[in-house]
């Protein structure tokens, strides 16, 4: 993919770029006042949804349209570049006519190819030339999320950007959205030049998880952020829980740090080569695992056992966790890793048993 630049006249090519603001327009007086302030603080793009995809019926939908010349009016007051997220062509031929600079497409929206092919025309159609972002789909669906790419690419869109906002589960224990990293890093991989911006807001759902986060991306070298900020988030009309005042937003971009990403040190060479080893020795050990667990098929089998007993499954759940946590290694990976051994092992055993 030949990709251009999402990079803004006049904002600078460092790390991370940053996108904030409210995750709706509410009103004039609550878009300008959060603009101000973010302007004040040297942000230079500013996010506002207009039309919210709301979970449940009865939430607050967005302004619609008549939010647009707000916008235009922060453009015109602060300088700074907006943008907002369009989820049909209707969007986008008004979001066009309004001058907005930056248009992104919803989790919600990248999950439906018909849409993703609609606002790809529709972009196309009205000669919109800004940055195009693509959030990844709800469902943790690598090949949708690209698929995606693709309409916008073959419509002629060269300045795509992606956003990782973190994908849909029934369990909402820490995150609103689990950020499963090695999906963006994957992407990554596969198209190295599209710049991968990180939506901390979305992923937690909180604003303590909000830091903690943009720190985690910059360490995995993501090239932006995009964060929700709206100057009373007590009083926000959608996802409260997770938006920041300007200055806590600039407090914390003052407080991350931005590795250095250009050189590798002789030091890090060293400790790749042991991560090397150390997953080939894991490797080993699962194979290992596997080959056993193929035995204890192989003797349910012959005594017509079940495959799966839960008690013992659960016994060793519990146990695992435990040791893990003494070893300072988090609950959740923990079971996720246990729950990817079990089903595994199931499924050998079932082949020894049909065989
Ligand atoms: C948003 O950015 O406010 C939003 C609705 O995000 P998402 O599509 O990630 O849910
Ligand atoms: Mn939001």
Known sequence: MELQSILLPGVDAQRPLVIAGPCSAETEEQVMKTAVALAEKGNKIFRAGIWKPRTKPGGFEGIGVSGLPWLQEVKRETGMYVGTEVANKNHVFEAVKHRIDILWLGARTSVN?????????ALKVSGFDGPVLVKNPVNPDLELWIGAIERLYNEGIRKIGVIHRGFSTYDKKLYRNLPSWHIPIELKRRFPNIPLICDPSHIGGKRELVAPLCQQALD????????????????????????????ILSYILNMLVVRETKHTTEN??????????????????????????REIGQYKKEHNMPVLQTVRYDEILENRIGQAEKMGIGENFMKIMLEAIHEESIRQQIEVLSS
Not at 113 to 118: D, T, W
Not at 223 to 246: N, V, Y
């Open 268 to 293: 890090l060479v060293q400790l790749r080569q042991q991560i090397d080893e150390i997953d080939a020795d894991l490797l080993g050990i699962l194979a290992k695992r596997m080959r056993i667990s």
């Open 220 to 247: 995995l070298n993501y090239d932006g952020l995009i964060i929700e900020s709206h100057c009373s988030p007590d009083e926000a009309w959608s996802d409260k829980e997770q938006q920041i005042t300007p200055d």
């Open 113 to 121: 190819p018909f849409a993703v092919q609609e606002i790809a025309e």
